[in-house]
């Protein structure tokens, strides 16, 4: 509920009609998508199912809006609606015994990186950066854990690309990202959004999983203090214990792609 009244705010402070911003955008969409992603799967044994699929709708409809310039009044009434209809979800949440606990603390175990990296040293590198981002969430560092997930992550692709002898694919892939001459930039260029792309494109990672590997992208630049004064937006445990759990399902992709 937070996470959509705090969007509300953000977006009835700029005076344009409609919203063209593409950071704008991104995080209207980062916050439906953490609906679906996050907190409706914890919600899964709410017998309150016709208040859930109302939300479900709001939260669709939010998120095909982010796909073109859409009047902003409309994205700020359909975040009042899921507001009220959040607050009434809460209130049986809150008298149900059957919803589950919040996720829990503990560290998952690291994957099998030795499936994709044949070099015991960095292979020690990323088992030491996997227990260091579980290591910040338990801090209460959620930020500096979310930084690190996203670290993880582009470490992963990257290393299957390396797995690749020919990197053809990669380079022709239609998502590969270009100069302004039209050539593809070399790897070192390559930003965490451009690797999601391009392994999507290639059949590595599934649709769903691009998606809310995006947000996770998004969520990341909030390194930068700007971004996060400029969007309102503080990363709370819930969102990095998401995002962690995002890491685990890509990695295991990646890895058996």
């Not at 109302?54 to 859409?70: G, S």
């Not at 930003?191 to 990672?205: C, E, F, R, S």
């Amino acid at each position: 509920m937070s996470s959509a009244d705090r969007l509300r705010k953000l977006l009835a402070r700029s005076r344009t009609k409609q919203v063209f911003s593409v950071e704008e955008r991104s995080v209207i969409k980062a916050t439906a998508l953490a609906w679906f992603k996050r907190c409706r799967p914890l919600l899964s044994e709410l017998h309150e199912v016709e208040l859930l699929k109302l939300a479900d709708t709001h939260y669709q409809t939010i998120l095909e809006a982010t796909e073109k310039a859409t009047l902003r009044d409309r994205f700020i009434e359909e975040l009042k609606s899921v507001k009220g209809i959040l607050v009434k979800i809460r209130s049986c949440v809150l008298t149900s015994v059957t919803l589950s606990a919040p996720i829990g603390g503990g560290i998952p175990a690291p994957p099998d990186f030795a499936r994709l990296i044949p070099d015991p040293s960095m292979q020690a590198i990323l088992n030491r950066r996997w227990f260091e981002a579980w290591s910040c969430i338990g801090a209460k560092a959620y930020l500096a854990a979310t930084v690190m997930i996203g670290a993880l992550l582009e470490a992963l692709l990257l290393a299957r690309v390396n797995r690749l002898a020919d990197k053809s694919p990669i380079f022709a892939s239609k998502c590969a990202p270009k100069d302004k001459a039209g050539k593809t930039r070399p790897l070192q260029e390559w930003t965490l959004n451009a690797y999601i792309d391009v392994a999507h494109d290639l059949g590595w990672i599934g649709k769903a999983s691009r998606d809310v590997g995006v947000v996770l992208r998004d969520y990341r630049n909030f390194i930068h203090p700007e971004k996060e004064f400029a969007q309102g937006v503080t990363l709370g445990e819930a969102d990095a214990r998401m995002f962690g759990a995002v890491l685990i399902a890509l990695a295991d992709q990646v890895i058996k792609s």
